[in-house]
């Protein structure tokens, strides 16, 4: 069992940042995926980013890349999302998750373990 607990969403103007962290507790990470989605009102829930936990291998949706990092403290055991230049179309719950396969997906229902979620909103 995977237990994620989001943390450092809030409201942000237009251009600024953000940096989201994802706290996990239970079941060994050396082998695992952790992910970021989103979910705006009115949309299914995208892909927003994922590292493996004992690589350096990240992978972004093209809408974030370049303005969002994820990273990852093994010691912590915890995830962060870095979100900079950010838009009014970032707005939405961001969610964490975790994956114990051994490869990366985009796709939610290749996670199986998944956090409360975490409110971003960016203004105009």
């Known amino acids: 069992q995977v237990q994620l607990v989001e943390s450092g969403g809030g409201l942000v103007q237009a251009g600024g940042s953000l940096r989201l962290s994802c706290a996990a507790s239970g079941r060994t990470f050396s082998s695992i995926f952790m992910a970021w989605f989103r979910q705006a009102p009115g949309k299914e829930r995208e892909f927003v980013a994922a590292?493996?936990?004992?690589?350096?291998?990240?992978y972004y949706a093209d809408s974030v890349k370049g303005r969002f990092t994820i990273s990852r403290d093994n010691a912590k055991d915890t995830v962060y999302l870095q979100m900079n230049s950010l838009k009014p179309e970032d707005t939405a719950v961001y969610y964490c998750?975790?994956?114990?396969?051994?490869?990366?997906?985009?796709?939610?229902?290749?996670?199986?373990?998944w956090g409360q979620g975490t409110q971003v909103t960016v203004s105009s």
């Open positions: 590292i493996r936990w004992s690589a350096t291998s990240t």
């Open positions: 998750a975790a994956s114990f396969s051994g490869y990366y997906s985009s796709s939610p229902t290749h996670y199986k373990y």
